[in-house]
């Protein structure tokens, strides 16, 4: 037996619902991913760019350039 691996976006509690329900109904294992998914804009995927070329001492981890995001643009 193979095994895949699907996402599926719900937009609303009904339609998750039903989608559990459909997947226990067929007996197959499932998960749901706690990672939310966001859309950069032009302007913070500039700010990550301008990153890349940066010389290592001045690199921040990923986490916190990513808090500094949230906390900027209210992501």
């Not at 067929?26 to 890349?52: H, P, R, Y």
Request: charged residues 30%.
């Amino acid at each position: 037996m193979s095994e895949h691996t699907f996402i599926i976006h719900t937009e609303t509690p009904e339609q998750e619902s039903a989608l559990k329900a459909f997947v226990k109904a067929l007996k197959m294992k499932f998960e749901i991913s706690k990672e939310k998914t966001f859309v950069l804009s032009s302007e913070q995927q500039k700010v990550l760019d301008s990153q890349i070329g940066l010389d290592k001492k001045h690199y921040k981890d990923a986490d916190i350039v990513f808090a500094d995001l949230k906390n900027k643009y209210g992501l």
